[in-house]
């Protein structure tokens, strides 16, 4: 497999495994194999324990950020979902969290040039295309806004800023992050991952985000009244909202 030459970017992550899923590296592996990848998508992970782990490898190139997976080094913490898969900040330990100060502060000696982000900082939808791809699918990742952490810490962080932020989707409901976004945006992308068509994600409920919203309540039962209303969110986010890990 092959080896990085530089090592610009760290990225931190959370593997969206459910509550008390505690099988290792070796079963993250088999997570990501089952996938179609060729092996465990990050360098290292730490396990809820608080131990740290080898995945693919130090100095590997791994599978964990689409377009930086040559210069970035993915240390990912095993949890942050919650029972209904929703990402929860709360299912991470405070023993992953003193790890991961600690991976950080000895990766910042073993490579001069890291800077550290989140995942969601490197905003994997960027090229617009609106479509969901593998690596998109736990938007929230890894929960918490690495950037601010890390720098409190005194580490050297990454000069992006991200463009994720809460959304409350439905009254009293969990917030859902995701971005650059909206809630009309984040229930766009809900749609086109049930297949339906309706151009770019741009956050804007035009003529064809209004047409597929009408389609999904005429497959659904709904009152076909063209809006995200309270009955259509709740369906579309019963059906779409993503579970799967990144
Ligand atoms: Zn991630």
Known sequence: ???????????????????GWDKGAAGIRAIHK?????DIGYNEIINPDGRAEMGR?????????????????GLSMVGG?????????????DAQLETLEKRMRDLTIDF??????????LSPDKNGNGVIEPFEHMKACPTFDVIPWAAERGLPVA??????????L??????????PDTRTAYLQRLLTRGGYVLGPIDGIAGKKTRTAVKAFQF???????????APTVARLRSIFETKAAA
């Open 57 to 73: 490898g130090k100095m590997a190139i791994g599978a964990h950020v689409a377009g930086f997976n040559s210069i970035s080094y």
């Open 34 to 38: 089952a996938q179609g990848w060729s």
């Open 159 to 168: 000069d992006i800023k991200g463009t994720w932020k809460p959304i409350v």
């Open 219 to 229: 497959a659904s039962g709904l009152d076909q009244t063209g809006d995200f209303d």
């Open 81 to 93: 979902v919650d029972a209904k898969n929703r990402p929860a900040f709360n299912t991470i330990k």
């Open 170 to 179: 439905e009254p009293e409901s969990d917030r859902v992050y995701d971005g």
């Open 1 to 19: 497999m092959a080896n990085r030459e530089r090592t610009t970017l760290g990225v931190v992550h959370v593997t969206a495994t459910p509550p």
């Open 112 to 121: 001069p040039e890291i800077k550290w982000c989140g995942h969601r900082d």
